[in-house]
């Protein structure tokens, strides 16, 4: 029976994760992390582009019409896999930013020249502060920026081409009505 004393601790855990935690993930998808700034403004930002002579990317470039936000790095396996996809989505029109989060402008460049350059404008978070008012938990995290502005959706991890297909393609030609 003593033996067994050290498991009343742990039942009282996870009666407690079970209480409490259950209603709050029921519905929910586990892997899915939620944004604060979901419907709310891109925090104002100006970031420097990849060599002096390029302008970089300002907050106030993803208003006018829904555009989608790709923060990526050159160092970033899932980046390197993704990319084919959005040079392909560029290809077919749809508005793609780039913010280069917390990577060396050379590296970048590097990376968009070797592997494809999707992006209407880039701009090099190289401290990784504009990511950080982004809510930005790694790389890559695509966003869904609506024409005013607004953060509409996050995609966290590699964009896949369903993912692409049956969320944010529909999600920007809705926002575009």
């Known amino acids: 029976m003593r033996r067994l004393l050290f498991l009343v601790p ?6 407690l994760i ?9 519905g929910r998808d586990p892997r899915a992390l939620p944004s604060v ?5 891109v925090p104002p930002f100006a970031l420097p582009g990849l060599t002096p002579d390029v302008p970089g990317l300002e ?4 208003t006018g019409r829904p555009v989608l936000v790709n923060v990526f790095a050159s160092w970033c396996a899932p980046c390197r896999q993704e990319i084919p996809l959005m040079v392909g ?3 077919e029109g749809v508005p793609i930013y780039g913010i280069a989060y917390k990577d060396d402008p050379a590296a970048t460049r590097r990376f968009l ?9 880039v701009g090099v978070d190289r401290d990784g502060r504009v990511g950080i008012e982004l809510g930005v938990y790694g790389v890559p995290e695509t966003f869904v920026v609506d024409a005013a502005g607004r953060i509409r959706h996050r995609h966290v991890g590699l964009l896949t081409e369903d993912a692409a297909r049956r969320t944010l393609l529909p999600l920007l030609e809705e926002l575009a009505k």
């Open 10 to 15: 742990l039942a009282v855990v996870v009666g």
């Open 89 to 91: 989505l560029a290809a």
């Open 37 to 41: 700034l979901l419907d709310k403004p």
């Open 18 to 26: 079970g209480a409490l935690g259950w209603p709050i993930l029921e």
């Open 59 to 62: 907050s106030v470039e993803l």
């Open 113 to 121: 020249a070797q592997l494809g350059d999707p992006y209407r404008g």
